[in-house]
C-alpha cells in the first residue's frame, strides 16, 4: 500500500531533517544524493521546512560556488532549548543546550536533604521543600544564562525505578523524597514536556549513540559506582521489564556475601560485591590504597586487586550473558570508567572460563558525563518528534 501525498512529505520531511542533524548543513544536491529523491521532491521540502522555520540557509559550498545550487541549509538550533538532569542523592547536575545538543550553560549543586534524613512531621516536609526549592532554582537559573526564555524538553536522570506504564519515579524508601517531589514539582511549573527516566539505562542510551557502544545494536551495560545496576539494549532498543525493574542487578544472588537479598535490601546480592563500599573494602585486602574512595582505588591500578575485582565483576557479567547473549558488555558508573581497558581485559578473560558464549567487554567511553549526556538525548528526540512534524 503506497503512502499518501501528506503522509510522503513527513516521511521525507523527518528523513532530511535527521541527516541535517547527524551529517550538518547540507546542500540541496547533497540531501537529492542522501536521500535518494528527485529534486523537485527536495526543492519542495527545504522550501516546507524554511517556511515553518526548521531550517535556514547557513552559508555556501565551495570557495568558489555561488547561487542557489551552492546554499547549505541547517537546522535553526535556537528553535528549541533542552535541558538534561543527573539527579544523585546528595546533589543535582543541570545542562541546558539547543536543539542540536550543543551545551550553552551547566551547573551543578550539592542538595542539603537533611530534612528527609531526620525528625518528622512539618521539619521533614520542610527539608524536603527546600530541597526542591534549590534544584527548581539551579535549572532557572541555568536556562537564563543560556538565553532559555522557554524549555522545551526537559530531560532527567534519576537512581530508581521508573513505571512504564506512568513514567513516573517510583517510592523507594532508599530514595531522598525530594527526587520524587522533584519531578512533580517540574512537572507542574515548567511549560515544558518532562520525561524522567532511570540513570543507568541513559548511560546505556548515550553509551549506544555516541560513546563505547556505537557499533552495537545488543549489548549489555553494567554500572559499577555507589549503586549497581545495568541497563539491557536487545535489537536497537533500551528494555525496560514489565516493572521497570530490568536490570536491577544488584538484587542478584552470588556466592560470596553471607545471607541473601530481598525484596527490600540488595545485601547478599552482586551489589554486596562490586558496590563502592565492598570494591574500597577488597582494595584494602590487597594493600591498596582506598582513602580516596573506589574510583581512585581502582585507576591505580594494582594488578592483583583489579584480578580479584575482575572475579567478582565476571559473576554478575556471566549471569548477564547466560540469560541474554548480548555479546557485549560494556562496564561503566564510576568504577566501571575508573578500571578502563585494564579492568575489562580482566573481566573478559574470566568471563570466557565461566561461560562458553563470547563475550565481549568494553570500558564505557562516556565518564562520569553519560547520565547527562543520555537525558540530553532524551529531551532532544522528544524536541525533533514534536517540531519535526508538520504544523508543529
Known amino acids: 500500500m503506497r503512502a499518501s501525498p501528506s503522509t510522503a512529505r513527513v516521511i521525507n520531511d523527518r528523513l532530511a531533517l535527521r541527516l541535517l542533524q547527524e551529517e550538518g548543513p547540507l546542500t540541496a544536491g547533497q540531501l537529492k544524493s542522501l536521500t535518494g529523491l528527485s529534486r523537485p521532491t527536495v526543492a519542495d521540502l527545504v522550501e516546507r521546512l524554511q517556511g515553518s522555520g526548521l531550517i535556514t540557509v547557513v552559508g555556501e559550498s565551495g570557495a568558489q560556488r555561488r547561487g542557489p545550487n551552492a546554499r547549505l541549509y541547517g537546522i535553526v538550533a535556537d528553535r528549541a532549548h533542552l535541558a538534561a538532569l543527573d539527579v544523585r542523592t546528595g546533589g543535582v547536575s543541570v545542562i541546558v543546550a539547543d536543539l542540536l545538543g550543543r551545551t550553552l550553560a551547566e551547573a551543578a549543586l550539592p542538595i542539603d536533604d537533611s530534612g528527609d534524613s531526620g525528625g518528622a512531621g512539618t521539619d521533614m516536609e520542610d527539608g524536603t521543600d527546600a530541597a526542591v526549592e534549590q534544584a527548581v532554582a539551579l535549572l532557572e537559573r541555568t536556562a537564563r544564562e543560556a538565553g532559555a526564555r522557554r524549555l522545551h524538553s526537559v530531560g532527567i536522570g534519576a537512581p530508581g525505578?521508573?513505571?512504564?506504564?506512568?513514567?513516573?519515579?517510583?517510592?523507594?524508601?532508599?530514595?531522598?523524597?525530594?527526587?520524587?517531589?522533584?519531578?512533580?514539582?517540574?512537572?507542574?511549573?515548567?511549560?515544558?514536556?518532562?520525561?524522567?527516566?532511570?540513570?543507568?539505562?541513559?548511560?546505556?542510551?548515550?553509551?549506544?549513540?555516541?560513546?563505547?557502544?556505537?557499533?552495537?545494536?545488543?549489548f549489555a551495560l553494567l554500572w559499577l559506582g555507589q549503586g549497581v545496576g545495568a541497563a539491557l539494549v536487545l535489537d536497537g532498543k533500551l528494555r525496560r521489564g514489565a516493572s521497570g525493574g530490568a536490570g536491577e542487578i544488584g538484587f542478584l544472588p552470588v556466592p560470596g556475601p553471607s545471607g541473601l537479598p530481598s525484596a527490600a535490601d540488595c545485601g547478599g546480592g552482586f551489589h554486596s560485591l562490586v558496590g563502592a563500599a565492598a570494591v574500597c573494602a577488597l582494595a584494602e585486602e590487597y594493600g591498596a590504597d582506598a582513602s580516596g574512595g573506589a574510583e581512585r582505588a581502582v585507576a591505580a591500578g594494582r594488578d592483583d586487586f583489579l584480578d580479584a575485582l575482575a572475579d567478582r565483576i565476571a559473576l554478575g557479567a556471566a549471569a548477564v550473558a547466560a540469560v541474554l547473549d548480548p555479546g557485549c558488555v560494556v562496564l561503566g558508573g564510576e568504577i566501571g570508567h575508573a578500571g578502563g581497558e585494564p579492568l575489562a581485559r580482566r573481566v573478559e578473560a574470566r568471563l570466557a572460563e565461566l561461560s562458553p558464549l563470547h563475550t565481549e567487554v568494553r570500558p564505557a567511553s562516556l565518564g562520569g558525563r553519560a547520565i547527562l549526556s543520555g537525558a540530553l538525548l532524551a529531551a532532544r528526540d522528544a524536541a525533533q518528534d514534536d517540531l519535526f512534524t508538520p504544523g508543529a
Not at 186 to 208: D, G, H, K, S, Y
Open 161 to 218: 525505578l521508573i513505571d512504564p506504564a506512568g513514567g513516573q519515579l517510583r517510592d523507594s524508601a532508599k530514595l531522598p523524597a525530594w527526587h520524587r517531589r522533584l519531578v512533580a514539582a517540574l512537572q507542574e511549573r515548567l511549560p515544558a514536556r518532562v520525561l524522567v527516566e532511570n540513570e543507568t539505562n541513559l548511560a546505556a542510551v548515550a553509551e549506544q549513540r555516541m560513546g563505547a557502544a556505537r557499533d552495537r545494536d545488543t
